[in-house]
Structure formats: structure tokens, C-alpha cells
């Protein structure tokens, strides 16, 4: 199986904050890498797919990048209500693996 | 507008079968390049994904999981289906269905299945 690492674990942060975290795939994924919002709660919300593609309505400050076995997700001018857990997704393979997930806290 | 709920029994005993269903709007499994996926999470844990199916019957399985799943679907009643033989309570979870493509756009609130004898 494709493991996801997903680095760090969990991030205490401030509003304003610039915001990185990353995923680490096992083997070459290409770009086929999405990127989710868990709020407590609620179910997951797609933010990034095809590792840089924005979803339909999802804010601007939310930026994907990396191919191959590398990728992030940076939150830029972090807000209140991006307060969640993170997962990326490799969907290249199956079995489709998702990493253990980033959680963002308030400092 | 797309919108999926999942369904299921709530609660189950070990060695029993379990069947979730997920009804869906606002798209058609019978649509070319439309999939439906199952993804699980246990109680403040990570996802995890189950399998998908796609609009020509095409269906794929987390081999992890050991020959116990299937997906089917329902096309003309807008539904899609996970089975789960011999449960145990590692299988306790909030169940997702999940729209495709992208993987997963689109997402159920989640059915929250409890395996207890």
C-alpha cells in the first residue's frame, strides 16, 4: 500500500498566519494527491484535487502543490474558521491511502 | 445540487452482516465517468477508504478489508450500497459515501455504526 505521511501532526497557530504542512507518498504518486477539510463534527470538504486545483468555492488563501512523492497545502493569512484537521488523499492507487491527518489549533 | 445520505442500522453484533445504503441527488451513476465511493472514520480517527463504484459497474475494494466488502448499486433509484460481512468491533466507525469524481467531491453527513455484542 501507498502510505501518506502527513507532517507535522498538529500546529498551533494565530490568525494571519501563514500555514504549511505537507504529505509524503511511499512511491510516485504523479499529482494524483487531493487535499481535505475536517471540521469537528462535519464531514470532510475537498479543497484541493489533482494536487494544485483549487475545488469550486474554495477560498484563494488555500494553495496545493508538489508531484511525484512530495506535497503541501499552505494556508495563507490563516482565519478562525480554518480551525480543522487536514488529510491528503493518493488516489493513484489502490487501495486509495489517506495520511493520519494535521490538525490546526489556536496558540 | 448534489447531496448524499448514508443509512445504515446503527447498531449491530459481532458476525453479523452489515448493509449501508447511500441515496443520492443531483447526478446519475448511470452518467459516464460518475463513481460513488465509501470512505469510514472511526470515533476521533483518520479516514479511511473502502471502496469505490463507477458508472459501467466497475467496482474497486480496499484489500485490506479481505474479501469481506461489496458495492453494488441501484441506478434508476439513485443508490449505491456497501456490504460488510463477519463485523467486529474494529469496524465501529461513521461510514461515508462520496461523490467521484474528483475523489470525493461531494460527501454524505455519515451514518455512525456501532458493532457491540
Known amino acids: 500500500n501507498t502510505v501518506m505521511t502527513q507532517s507535522p501532526t498538529s500546529m498551533f497557530i494565530s490568525v494571519g498566519d501563514r500555514v504549511t504542512m505537507n504529505c509524503k507518498a511511499s512511491?510516485?504518486?504523479?499529482?494524483?494527491v487531493d487535499w481535505y477539510q475536517q471540521k469537528t463534527g462535519q464531514s470532510p470538504k475537498l479543497l484541493i484535487y489533482g494536487a494544485s486545483n483549487r475545488y469550486t468555492g474554495v477560498p484563494d488563501r488555500f494553495t496545493g502543490s508538489g508531484s511525484g512523492t512530495d506535497f503541501t497545502l499552505t494556508i495563507s493569512n490563516m482565519q478562525a474558521e480554518d480551525l480543522a484537521v487536514y488529510y491528503c488523499?493518493?488516489?493513484?492507487?489502490?487501495?486509495?491511502?489517506f495520511g493520519a491527518g494535521t490538525k490546526l489549533e489556536l496558540k | 445540487q448534489v447531496t448524499l445520505k448514508e443509512s445504515g442500522p446503527g447498531i449491530l453484533q459481532p458476525s453479523q452482516t452489515l448493509s449501508l445504503t447511500c441515496t443520492f441527488s443531483?447526478?446519475?451513476?448511470?452518467?459516464?465517468?460518475?463513481?460513488v465511493g465509501w470512505i469510514r472514520q472511526p470515533s476521533g480517527k483518520g479516514l479511511e477508504w473502502l471502496a469505490n463504484?463507477?458508472?459501467?459497474?466497475?467496482?474497486y475494494y480496499n484489500p485490506s478489508l479481505k474479501n469481506r466488502l461489496t458495492i453494488s448499486k441501484d441506478t434508476s433509484n439513485n443508490q449505491a450500497f456497501l456490504k460488510i460481512t463477519n463485523v467486529d468491533t474494529a469496524d465501529t466507525a461513521t461510514y461515508y459515501c462520496?461523490?467521484?469524481?474528483?475523489?470525493?467531491?461531494?460527501w454524505g453527513q455519515g451514518t455512525l455504526v456501532t458493532v457491540s455484542s
Open positions: 443531483g447526478f446519475s451513476l448511470s452518467t459516464y465517468g460518475m463513481g
Open positions: 488523499l493518493q488516489y493513484n492507487y489502490n487501495p486509495h491511502t
Open positions: 512511491q510516485n504518486v504523479g499529482t494524483n
Open positions: 462520496a461523490r467521484i469524481p474528483p475523489p470525493f467531491a461531494y
Open positions: 463504484i463507477w458508472w459501467d459497474d466497475d467496482k
